[in-house]
Structure formats: structure tokens, C-alpha cells
């Protein structure tokens, strides 16, 4: 009786987890880009659930790979007045930085428009430990000087500058 249990419960779960497979977002950038022209950014980012593994982490996930299909999405909602939304793509583009430093580069703005060098370029970063943060910091390092645009060149000062200002790091439980 409690083999057979325990099969119905291990058959529940395995099916459980291949229908959220099945059913993960099959979005594509042109897609996204394409609704936000029809509707407008608001009203597309309104409709985006931010749960986990839903739409909103499946495009963070894309942005942060540095895919640049995605990446070109960026500037049709940057302008809302979604402040996770915001953040979240500010911090995705950090990340992105190693993956693809010219993608970046090309949607982040000089001045002080969102997303702007400033905001990209100062590690914010909130869901790594120490060392990743070294490893993110020599990586991107490494990335924007190989680059030679000026936006890679500020985005380089801005990150030196951010990290020298920079008390010790502590961990936080």
C-alpha cells in the first residue's frame, strides 16, 4: 500500500512539473516589442504577472544572457512608471554587461534618462554573494575595457568609481 502511494505521489509530482514545463512562457522579443507598440508599455508591463517562473522572470532571464533581441525590447518600456519593473531592468542590464557589453552599451543612455550609465554602471546588484560580486566585477571590468565605444568608457569609470567609493562588503543572512 505505501509503495503504491508513494508511486501516485512520485506520478503527481512528475506530472506536475512537466505540465509547468509545458506551459512555460513561449514569448519571443518580437512579440513583446510588437504588443508594446499596439498597447502601449503600461499596459503590457500591467498585465505581466512577476511571479516566479512566470513571464516577468522569463524576460529578466533573457535580458540578463544578453540576448540581443531582448535587449533591443528595453527601450520600449524603459520610459514607464513601473518602479519593479525599473529596477529590475536595470539590474538585468548589469548583468548583461559580461554577456554582451555592445548590447548593453546600446540601450543605456549617456545622460540621466532610465536607464542611464549611471544607474547600469554601479554594480546594482542585489542577488549575489561576495565572491560572485568579485567575479561580476572583473568579468565586466574586463568586458567594457575590451570595448572602445565611449559609453563602455564611462560605464568603466562609473563601475571603478562605484566600487572605490564602496565601503567593505558584508553578507547579509
Known amino acids: 500500500m505505501k509503495k ?9 509530482l512528475t506530472f506536475s512539473y512537466s505540465t509547468l514545463a509545458a506551459n512555460a512562457p513561449q514569448l519571443t522579443a518580437k512579440q513583446f516589442i510588437d504588443s508594446v507598440k499596439k498597447e502601449g508599455a503600461q499596459k503590457v508591463i500591467a498585465r ?4 516566479d517562473n512566470g513571464e516577468w ?3 529578466m532571464h533573457n535580458i540578463t544572457s544578453g540576448n540581443d533581441d531582448w535587449l533591443k525590447a528595453v527601450p520600449w518600456v524603459s520610459g514607464t512608471n513601473s518602479e519593479a519593473w525599473h529596477e529590475d531592468i536595470i539590474s538585468a542590464l548589469a548583468v548583461a554587461i559580461p554577456a554582451n557589453v555592445e548590447g ?8 540621466d534618462i532610465a536607464p542611464s550609465i549611471n544607474q547600469v554602471c554601479s554594480m546594482p546588484i542585489y542577488n549575489k554573494n561576495i ?8 568579468q565586466a571590468v574586463q ?8 559609453k563602455a568608457k564611462k560605464c568603466l569609470e562609473q563601475l571603478v568609481k562605484t566600487v572605490g567609493q564602496a565601503g567593505p562588503f558584508k553578507e547579509v543572512d
Do not use: R
Not at 4 to 12: E, Q
Open 4 to 12: 503504491n502511494i508513494f508511486c501516485i505521489m512520485a506520478a503527481a
Open 48 to 51: 505581466i504577472p512577476d511571479a
Open 57 to 59: 522572470d522569463y524576460i
Open 104 to 111: 548593453v552599451m546600446s540601450v543605456i543612455k549617456s545622460g
Open 131 to 138: 565572491p560572485q560580486l568579485n567575479e561580476y566585477f572583473v
Open 143 to 150: 568586458a567594457l575595457y575590451k570595448s572602445h565605444t565611449p
